[in-house]
């Protein structure tokens, strides 16, 4: 069992800035890429930024130059950084992480529950 969980959402006005933090905890050997995605009602989940566990990292276009995400091996756990908050980034964030259990098992793919993010114009 892994647990993915998420903090840092909240409401802030546009312009501001949030710092989303996800840890994971439980059955776990290794976490290669950790992520967060984010999701508005009536729309499909997307990326937002994805690190790998040596650092290099991925954004989507909306985001770059805004966001920064990052990693801390030693506590599996992810940070998303998010400056200058616009109305248009208004969502649920998810966390998720590719982890292998043990020295032998297979990589699966773990989510969070979600936080939201509400950035008011």
């Known amino acids: 069992q892994v647990q993915l969980v998420e903090s840092g959402g909240g409401l802030v006005q546009a312009g501001g800035s949030l710092r989303l933090s996800c840890a994971a905890s439980?059955?776990?050997?290794?976490?290669?890429?950790m992520g967060w995605y984010r999701q508005v009602p009536g729309k499909r989940r997307e990326l937002v930024a994805a690190?790998?566990?040596?650092?290099?990292?991925n954004y989507a276009d909306s985001v770059k130059g805004r966001f920064t995400i990052s990693r801390d091996n030693a506590k599996n756990t992810v940070y998303l950084q998010m400056n200058s908050l616009k109305p248009e980034d208004t969502a649920v964030y998810y966390c998720?992480?590719?982890?292998?259990?043990?020295?032998?098992?297979?990589?699966?793919?773990?989510w969070g529950q979600g936080t939201q993010v509400t950035v008011s114009s």
């Open positions: 439980g059955s776990i050997f290794s976490i290669n890429i």
């Open positions: 690190i790998t566990s040596s650092g290099s990292t």
């Open positions: 998720t992480a590719d982890r292998i259990s043990s020295p032998r098992g297979s990589l699966d793919n773990q």
